[in-house]
């Protein structure tokens, strides 16, 4: 692991470099270099360097277990994204026959389940499966609607319109869902 003087490291170095000379300066003037006092500087600057050697230490030690917690869980989000990226093929199949009152809610599988794998995965996730259920439920009421209360040669080309987006929409989470599985498999190797 490679050192980074960051600014808190020049900030340090540049406070003890002033307390020294501070602290030089009162000596020479109301002790007259007394051994004592300039042990007990001394004492005091390697305290304050100790001290920061070991905030950094502690700092880098939970940095590495972060890391090392995340790595560990690689394996069970990659599982997570495979299923979900399995209920969105079923849905892509699935729309071809949503007139036929098949809906791509069923073939997507049930809500809970799926949120509860893409928690699992990360909050970017977590958010598009909760958004996808609610457009595809939105457009499915709506073409249902359209079926149920208009003309068919009226609707047909509404219906495909919400079609098209119901399509795009698991486009855009499938993109998603591939570009959260290559993040994942690009920590591992």
């Known amino acids: 692991m490679k050192f980074k003087i960051d600014n808190s490291v020049i900030t340090l170095i540049s406070i003890i470099g002033m307390d020294i000379i501070m602290y030089s300066w009162i000596v020479n003037l109301f002790f007259e270099k007394d051994p004592t006092i300039i042990a007990g500087i001394i004492a005091f600057v390697g305290a ?26 690689i394996p069970e989000k990659i599982s997570n994204i495979n ?23 069923n073939a997507m599988g049930d809500k809970k389940d799926s949120i509860n794998h893409a928690i699992l995965v990360n909050y970017n996730v977590y958010i ?55 993040k994942l498999e690009d920590k591992i190797y």
């Open 128 to 182: 598009g499966t909760k958004n996808l259920y609610e457009v595809i439920k939105k457009e499915e009421k709506i073409i249902r609607d359209l079926i149920l209360h208009s003309a068919p040669s009226i609707a047909n080309d509404f219906i495909r319109l919400h079609e098209l987006s119901i399509v795009n929409e698991l486009k855009e989470y499938k993109k998603l869902l591939i570009n959260e599985l290559d």
């Open 83 to 105: 299923i979900l990226l399995e209920k969105v093929e079923n849905a892509q199949n699935t729309r071809v026959k949503l007139l036929s009152n098949n809906s791509v809610l």
């Open 48 to 73: 304050v360097i100790g001290g920061y050697l070991t905030w950094s230490g502690v700092v880098k030690n939970i940095e590495f277990e972060k890391e090392r917690d995340e790595l560990r869980l």
